[in-house]
C-alpha cells in the first residue's frame, strides 16, 4: 500500500511542473498618460505611461488626432499604422528618458516587446466648457504582445490608454 502512494505521490508531483512558464501581468490602468511637449496637440504622436520600471509606449500614425470631432470612433491598426511598445528597465524610468534629445545611458532596456496585434480607437469629442478644446479618449482593442520565447502576456490590463486634451 505505501509503495502505491508513493508512486502515486511521484506521479502527482511530476505532473504539477510548470517548466519555464511565466504569467507576466501588465496594469497601467492607474497611470496616466505621458507626452513630452507641455500640452499635447494634434501633431504628438508619442504618448508613454510609465509604472516603476516599466513603460507602454503608444505612437499614433500621422493625422490621427484632429480638431474636430467625427462621427463615431477612429482605428488605426497595430502594427500597421500605430504602434505599441512595452519596455522593462533595469531601474525606475522617468518622463526626462523618453523626452530627452539623447536617451540617458540609464537605465537601461532590459526587456522590449513591440505589439503584434490589435487596434488604437480614438473618441473625439468636443469639450463642454471650452469650445476650442477637443478630448481624445485612447483604447486599445486586442492588443497582442508576445516575448522572444514566443509566449503571450495573458493579463494584458491596457484596455483604456488615456485622454488627451488638444486645442485650436
Do not use: W
Amino acid at each position: 500500500m505505501r509503495q502505491i502512494l508513493l508512486i502515486l505521490f511521484m506521479v502527482l508531483f511530476a505532473a504539477c511542473s510548470d517548466g519555464d512558464l511565466q504569467i507576466e501581468t501588465i496594469d497601467f490602468d492607474e497611470v496616466a498618460v505621458q507626452f513630452c511637449d507641455s500640452e499635447a496637440t494634434t501633431d504628438t504622436q508619442i504618448f508613454f505611461k510609465i509604472n516603476g520600471d516599466e513603460a507602454l509606449i503608444l505612437e499614433l500614425q500621422s493625422g490621427l488626432l484632429k480638431n474636430e470631432a467625427p462621427d463615431g470612433v477612429i482605428s488605426s491598426a497595430v502594427p500597421g499604422k500605430s504602434q505599441i511598445t512595452y519596455r522593462i528597465f533595469s531601474d525606475d524610468v522617468t518622463k526626462s528618458y523618453f523626452c530627452s534629445d539623447i536617451p540617458p545611458s540609464s537605465p537601461l532596456v532590459i526587456q522590449e516587446i513591440t505589439a503584434t496585434d490589435g487596434a488604437v480607437l480614438i473618441t473625439t469629442v468636443q469639450s463642454a466648457t471650452d469650445s476650442t478644446a477637443y478630448e481624445h479618449t485612447i483604447e486599445l482593442s486586442g492588443i497582442s504582445l508576445v516575448n522572444d520565447q514566443g509566449e503571450r502576456i495573458t493579463d494584458l490590463s491596457i484596455n483604456e490608454f488615456g485622454t488627451i486634451t488638444t486645442s485650436e
